[in-house]
């Protein structure tokens, strides 16, 4: 992992670093049972090199802590490494670019099972056209690039629900999903 993110400190190849001010790498557990892959480090993300710092952070802390889990029993990234000027949203190349990496990140963390935030991660990674709210709560086995079918289920992204309590609810049966699963 050490050396991945060496790697990625080291690649030139994208847009996005050349604006931001940190690699936003992983947080958490290495060794964690779940791994959650959220969408993109925001602003406070970028100031300090770390994902789910934020407001956005400290309510998926909540979120962690209903079903008893903290920082150390998870292990936590994004989908992009560097924050997008203005938080746009990253382009088809950008996409294809770094999702080798995400998978090399996905194989080294080997967790047994994945969590997905949000509807821009989720399609690509479940390789869906469908909205996250028809994808959230499933499981399915899924290839990160290795071979290796590991569980893995999207749900609603913690920015979203700030913004929309009442689908809270739906976020909660999946995180219940999940308890049910460790
Ligand atoms: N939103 C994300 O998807 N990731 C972060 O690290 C912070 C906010």
């Known amino acids: 992992l050490d050396e991945l993110k060496s790697a990625l400190r080291a690649f030139d190849g994208c847009a996005l670093k ?3 001010t940190n690699l936003v790498f992983s947080d958490g557990n290495p060794a964690a049972d779940i791994m959650i892959i959220g969408e993109a480090p925001g602003r406070d993300e970028d100031r300090l090199g770390v994902p789910f710092v934020g407001a956005v952070g400290q309510f998926l802390d909540h979120m962690l802590a209903s079903i008893g889990l903290d920082r150390s029993g998870v292990y936590l990234t994004n989908f992009l ?3 997008p000027p203005g938080n746009r949203t990253a382009t088809a190349e950008e996409i294809d670019m770094l999702l080798p ?3 090399r990140h996905i194989q080294l963390a080997n967790p047994n099972l994945v969590v997905i935030l949000g509807g821009a991660p989720a399609k690509i990674l479940l390789q869906s056209s469908d909205n996250i709210l028809k994808l959230r709560g499933r ?3 899924i290839n990160f690039g290795d071979g290796v079918l590991r569980p893995t289920m999207a749900s609603l992204h913690p920015a979203y ?3 929309s309590p009442a689908q809270k609810r ?3 049966d999946d995180w219940y999903g999940l ?3 460790l």
């Open 18 to 20: 050349k604006t931001a």
């Open 81 to 83: 490494p560097w924050r």
């Open 101 to 103: 990496f995400l998978y």
């Open 139 to 141: 499981w399915q086995d």
């Open 161 to 163: 629900l700030m913004r």
């Open 170 to 172: 739906q976020a909660f």
């Open 179 to 181: 308890y049910h699963r």
